[in-house]
């Protein structure tokens, strides 16, 4: 199938360690993206990357870390630096249009 | 940097019942979308829609970006229909999607 795959669905972390999260799309897309939301609040935007080895700092990036080896894939680490983790993480693709697609996401919890 | 505003921030209909969300948005917008962001937390495209007005089913939109605002109609409301609904609007700066903080809707038999 066509999509955008994020995994894990659920994640349990303790303080103080790192946790990648993975995201993968087959849909060809160059940019990718991934958010992040808090109950009850809109979505804001951590990392995106246009293009292969090139990525950039969204609105809120500090604690976290991407890298853009390949097209399908744009992983995310949350850090020990983040000082309010859990969350909801949402990775998105889309072309130059801006019109993004979504993956189900993940959620994170720290113990 | 640009605002996204949506109202009514909670919404809650009959079962039946149709309903108007609005977004505005401060500055000119290449692009907008819609979304329905259902009970576990996956976000559906509804609309894609810089300008104009697109039906889907039960759903349509309308963007009049000259005035700075987007309308989605939700006719013959159905309890699926429950969730939050966002905008979402694409600033000039490639790949920036801008999203407004929601309307809650609730959709009661």
């Known amino acids: 199938d066509g999509g955008i795959t994020q995994s894990p669905k659920y994640l349990f972390r303790k303080e103080g360690q790192n946790v990648t999260l993975s995201c993968e799309q087959n849909?060809?897309?160059?940019?990718m993206y991934w958010y992040r939301q808090d109950p009850g609040q809109g979505l804001r935007l951590i990392y995106y990357?246009?293009?292969?080895?090139?990525?950039q700092k969204g609105d809120i990036a500090e604690g976290y870390s991407v890298s853009r080896e390949k097209k399908e894939s744009f992983p995310l680490t949350v850090t020990s630096a983040q000082k309010n983790p859990t969350a909801f993480y949402l990775c998105a693709s889309g072309q130059n249009t801006g019109e993004l697609f979504f993956g189900e996401g993940s959620r994170l919890t720290v113990l | 940097g640009i605002q996204v505003e949506q109202s009514p921030p909670d919404l809650i209909l009959q079962e039946g019942a149709n309903s108007t969300l609005r977004c505005n948005f401060s500055?000119?917008?290449?692009?907008l979308q819609w979304f329905h962001q259902n009970p576990w937390g996956q976000l559906i495209n509804l609309f894609y829609i810089p300008s104009g007005t697109k039906q889907n089913g039960r759903l349509s939109a309308t963007t009049v970006a000259t005035e700075r605002y987007s309308l989605l109609y939700i006719s013959s409301s159905q309890t699926t229909d429950s969730g939050v609904y966002f905008c979402a609007v694409f600033m000039g700066s490639w790949g920036k999607l801008q999203f407004g903080a929601g309307t809650q809707v609730v959709v009661t038999p």
């Open positions: 849909l060809n897309h160059d940019a």
């Open positions: 990357s246009q293009i292969v080895n090139d990525f």
């Open positions: 500055d000119s917008v290449n692009n």
